[in-house]
């Protein structure tokens, strides 16, 4: 079972809001929620849905290191979770889905 429809909507209008807050680009945007699509479909049901907003902000993180000018880090993105689900995810939590995300795609991303 993967991510109910409505739920990946509200984690897409999510990501483009903060995209809005912070300025950042449209491309910015596109590739997280790329890179989010790709993850959850090659973890297939194994993204709970309180970890799907942790999932979603990692790969805007990431998105934001290789299109903007800028770095959004962890502690931001915590921040921006806890105001999202209410849930208060630690720094070193966003730490280790980079790594997955990142050993996963083994950096090939187009």
Not at 17 to 29: P, Q, V
Not at 39 to 64: D, E, H, R, W
Not at 68 to 96: G, R, S, T
């Amino acid at each position: 079972m993967g991510i109910v429809r409505e739920d990946r909507i509200n984690v897409f209008h999510w990501i483009l809001e903060i995209k809005n807050i912070y300025g950042f680009n449209d491309i910015t945007a596109l590739h997280a929620i790329k890179l989010f699509d790709r993850f959850l479909l090659m973890n297939k049901g194994l993204v709970i849905p309180p970890m799907q907003t942790l999932i979603a902000s990692v790969c805007l993180c990431l998105s934001v290191k290789m299109h903007e000018n800028c770095i959004l880090d962890f502690e931001q993105a915590a921040e921006l979770c806890q105001k999202q689900c209410n849930i208060k995810f630690v720094p070193e939590m966003f730490m280790e889905a980079e790594f997955k995300i990142f050993k996963q795609f083994n950096f090939n991303l187009n």
